[in-house]
């Protein structure tokens, strides 16, 4: 790929935002695709420029932003796809209906149990073997729900409000009683096994309805089910990169400013004169709204820095975030472990 020498550092680092497309967001990690630079992967390289810096974590929400710096896309977009689908939890897998008689059917009843996260540490259980129906006490968890709806004996006549009306005829999963199959009482005695969240509602009853149910938890992973995913979301994007190629000042200063997110220009006073500067460029959303005005498109450049991956991992609660990414970063060393293998077991053959 010819190039001028000139612009081969921003080809090879930067996504460039422009007015009708965006530009440079082919791989360079290519030996020889830049006449000048050798890019064959190196080892001591790599670990001179990759790093990992949180950002911020909230465990009261589960969420986790964190920057990965210093790798291709092809592994950043691995690594989230692992997050996503790779990384074990345990959800509810068999459902043993002994009573239903609500008006939600037995199927739909079963595929909402299912989506309920369980605040279980996977890493204490294994996956349970094929065809083995009963489960035991090193791959099961049981959970029951018996619950019936019945009148409020106290409720006032003319009373119209069901939470007054009934007793029982909310079904949450506060409602979900483990029951330790073997000796999990004593291996886990000190582990809470419970729904994550105790509000989650199930199904609604009225007088003489009832549920009686059986649910068997496994261990799994999202690949196989949606139900065993253990974030509700995990993203990355790539560090936003603005500059500003002339001096922008007075009013055109501040419509700079609202053409971006809250925070990323600042207006600043020199002299008595207002000037814009860039105060942080990654709060930027990269709508591109400045390109929409002739008086100010000129005067900004928009990029992205190509190998700064900012992800965002928010838990559903089984595993608290930072938990989950040294988990996928095993199951990713697994699997070069894996391939490695496939390697050397095909160079002996």
């Known amino acids: 790929?010819?190039?001028?020498?000139?612009?081969?550092?921003?080809?090879?680092?930067?996504?460039?935002?422009?007015?009708?497309?965006?530009r440079n967001v082919h791989t360079t990690d290519f030996p020889g695709n830049y006449r000048g630079y050798d890019d064959t992967w190196d080892q001591k390289k790599f670990e001179e420029n990759f790093r990992v810096d949180i950002i911020e974590m909230d465990e009261?929400?589960?969420?986790l932003e964190f920057d990965m710096v210093g790798i291709d896309a092809a592994i950043a977009n691995a690594f989230r796809r692992i997050l996503l689908a790779e990384v074990p939890t345990m959800a509810v897998e068999k459902v043993f209906i002994y009573n239903n008689t609500s008006i939600v059917q037995d199927e739909i009843l079963a595929h909402r149990l299912g989506l309920i996260p369980i605040k279980a540490d996977p890493r204490l259980f294994e996956y349970r073997?094929?065809?083995?129906?009963?489960?035991?006490?090193?791959?099961?968890?049981?959970f029951q729900l018996n619950i019936k709806c019945s009148r409020n004996p106290r409720a006032t006549k003319d009373s119209t409000d069901p939470?007054?009306?009934?007793?029982?005829?909310?079904?949450?999963?506060?409602?979900?009683k483990w029951i330790p199959i073997g000796n999990q009482a004593d291996l886990f005695s000190e582990a809470d096994i419970c729904p994550v969240h105790d509000d989650i509602l199930i199904a609604k009853l009225r007088p003489g309805q009832e549920l009686d149910i059986v649910m068997h938890c496994v261990k799994g992973i999202g690949q196989d089910h949606a139900k065993f995913s253990p974030v509700a979301t995990a993203s990355y994007r790539l560090l936003p990169e603005i500059s500003l190629m002339q001096a922008v000042e007075g009013d055109l200063a501040e419509k700079l400013k609202h053409c971006f997110s809250k925070g990323v220009i600042e207006i600043e006073n020199v002299n008595g004169r207002k000037f814009a500067k860039v105060a942080n460029s990654r709060l930027d959303t990269c709508s591109r709204e400045v390109l929409r005005y002739e008086e100010l498109k000129n005067k900004v450049k928009l990029a992205r820095v190509r190998d700064h991956f900012i992800f965002?991992?928010?838990s559903t609660g089984i595993l608290p975030p930072d938990v989950l990414v040294s988990e996928a970063i095993k199951v990713l060393m697994a699997k070069c472990r894996r391939f490695l293998d496939e390697l050397d077991s095909s160079q002996v053959d």
């Open 129 to 142: 073997s094929a065809g083995d129906e009963e489960g035991t006490e090193i791959d099961t968890i049981q």
């Open 312 to 314: 965002s991992v928010e």
């Open 60 to 63: 009261s929400t589960g969420t």
């Open 163 to 176: 939470s007054e009306l009934y007793l029982n005829h909310m079904v949450y999963t506060k409602h979900m």
């Open 1 to 22: 790929m010819a190039a001028p020498k000139s612009n081969v550092e921003e080809i090879r680092n930067r996504v460039i935002l422009g007015e009708y497309g965006v």
